[in-house]
T-cell receptor, first 112, second 114 residues
Framework: DGGITQSPKYLFRKEGQNVTLSCEQN?????MYWYRQDPGQGLRLIYY???????QKGDIAEGYSVSREKKESFPLTVTSAQKNPTAFYLC???????????FGEGSRLTVL | AQSVAQPEDQVNVAEGNPLTVKCTYS??????LFWYVQYPNRGLQFLLK??????LVKGSYGFEAEFNKSQTSFHLKKPSALVSDSALYFC????????????FGTGTRLTVIP
């Protein structure tokens, strides 16, 4: 079935460690996105990519990094520079013609 | 600048009654408007969208939304609520300038009381 796969679903990290969240899609979508969700704050855009080998910062990119080496994959690294990384992270993709986003099931990161 | 407001953090409705979840928006160009639903610890699921055309948009699971340009609103509605509709609902907007980023509201938690 076509869709977006995020892994891991739950992740625990010690302070000072980098972690990488995986996002893979088989929808053949050009654009991919990473959002962060915190209670009561809705979704905030971290990074997005409209084409392979190109990506742009969103509203809260500090402390995060991404790569887009393949159309299907858009991994997010949460670095030790991110001051408050505990959150629910959502990956999404879209075609540019329709606009709606298709979301993965999310990854919950907890910093111990 | 684009923005979305969902003025109600929580909406409670009795099963079988009509429900409305409110959304107002601000964009510099023509709005593209979306509603999503989220169940606990899950990703967001697309419900419906308005791009152009008829102001009343019908979507998944019996939901519909009415685009009102003069009031810059896009309220989500359903004629008869089900307990299974209880979830977190997000309104989102992007403008028509070409950038495909969606801006999300803070969400409204809908509880349908049996």
């Amino acid at each position: 079935d076509g869709g977006i796969t995020q892994s891991p679903k739950y992740l625990f990290r010690k302070e000072g460690q980098n972690v990488t969240l995986s996002c893979e899609q088989n929808l053949n979508h050009d654009a991919m996105y990473w959002y962060r969700q915190d209670p009561g704050q809705g979704l905030r855009l971290i990074y997005y990519s409209q084409i392979v080998n190109d990506f742009q910062k969103g509203d809260i990119a500090e402390g995060y990094s991404v790569s887009r080496e393949k159309k299907e994959s858009f991994p997010l690294t949460v670095t030790s520079a991110q001051k408050n990384p505990t959150a629910f992270y959502l990956c999404a993709s879209s075609t540019t013609s329709t606009g709606e986003l298709f979301f993965g099931e999310g990854s919950r990161l907890t910093v111990l | 600048a684009q923005s979305v407001a969902q003025p109600e953090d929580q909406v409670n409705v009795a099963e079988g009654n009509p429900l409305t979840v409110k959304c107002t928006y601000s964009v510099s160009g023509n709005p593209y408007l979306f509603w999503y639903v989220q169940y606990p610890n899950r990703g967001l699921q697309f419900l419906l969208k308005y791009i152009t055309g008829d102001n009343l948009v019908k979507g998944s699971y019996g939901f519909e939304a009415e685009f009102n340009k003069s009031q810059t609103s896009f309220h989500l509605k359903k004629p008869s609520a089900l307990v299974s509709d209880s979830a977190l609902y997000f309104c989102a907007v992007r403008d028509g300038t070409g950038a495909n980023n969606l801006f999300f509201g803070t969400g409204t938690r809908l509880t349908v009381i049996p």
